[in-house]
């Protein structure tokens, strides 16, 4: 067997974290309000979901993208999308993982979720039956899209390894796989930021690993 083609499982680390959730934004403040039961389920507050019959759930407060993200990608995107950008820079901020001494070929990016940019292709599918095609974003194609995170992630990032979409019902936190050799020679993709495993078919938020082998 081609040894580039290996994909034998071996010892990982989880070295980041980042966390975007209704009960915080980052670690600390997500571990605060773990440790000391601090609820964050409250009366649903977004705009557009007063008609909905559902009034409780967790929102994801005090979160500003625009702070975080550069604008190019914040019109291209839809929130879930955000969530999974901040989340990852969060986790390499917490790893402390020098990427910019990194092949791009070393890192990949895996993320899931439950479906795509619901928020964002509501949007535009209200303008194409509203007013008409015309008047659709070219991003939609983009931002509704499931596997969207993993791409803008990706491209964001620089990364040029392979990258995976799963959906919530597998695991998909992935630390380590072995890949073909890329242009630069490297083998062996060794950092997958991704989201955890979630059970909710929709999430609210987002959390990012950052593993190395």
């Known amino acids: 067997m081609n040894a ?14 980042g966390v975007i959730a209704p009960n915080g934004v980052g670690t600390d403040a997500f571990w605060k309000a773990t440790r000391e039961g601090i609820p ?4 649903i507050s977004r705009e557009g979901s ?20 550069e604008e190019r990608f ?31 070929f070393a890192i990949g990016v895996v993320t899931a979720s439950g479906s795509g940019g619901g928020e964002f292709g ?18 939609q194609s983009i931002a509704w899209f499931y596997a969207a995170s993993t791409g803008q992630v990706s491209i964001r990032g620089g990364s ?4 995976e979409w799963w959906p919530t019902t597998r695991p998909a936190v992935w630390t380590r796989s072995r890949t073909p050799a890329g242009p630069s020679g490297a083998g062996r993709t060794r950092w997958w930021p991704a989201p955890p495993r979630h059970r909710w078919r929709r999430t609210p938020s987002s959390a990012c690993s950052a593993g190395t082998s």
């Open 4 to 17: 580039a083609m290996d994909t034998r499982s071996r010892g990982a680390a989880i070295t980041g974290i």
């Open 40 to 43: 964050c389920l409250d009366r």
């Open 122 to 139: 509501q949007r535009e599918l209200q303008q194409l039956y509203g007013k008409g095609p015309r008047y659709v974003g070219p991003y």
């Open 50 to 69: 007063g008609h909905f019959p559902v009034r409780i759930g967790g929102q994801v407060r005090g979160f500003d993208p625009a702070s975080m993200i």
């Open 160 to 163: 040029r390894a392979p990258a």
């Open 74 to 104: 914040l019109v291209q995107t839809d929130r879930f999308t955000h969530f999974a950008m901040a989340s990852a820079d969060l986790a390499l901020d917490d790893a402390r993982l020098p990427v910019d001494d990194m092949s791009p």
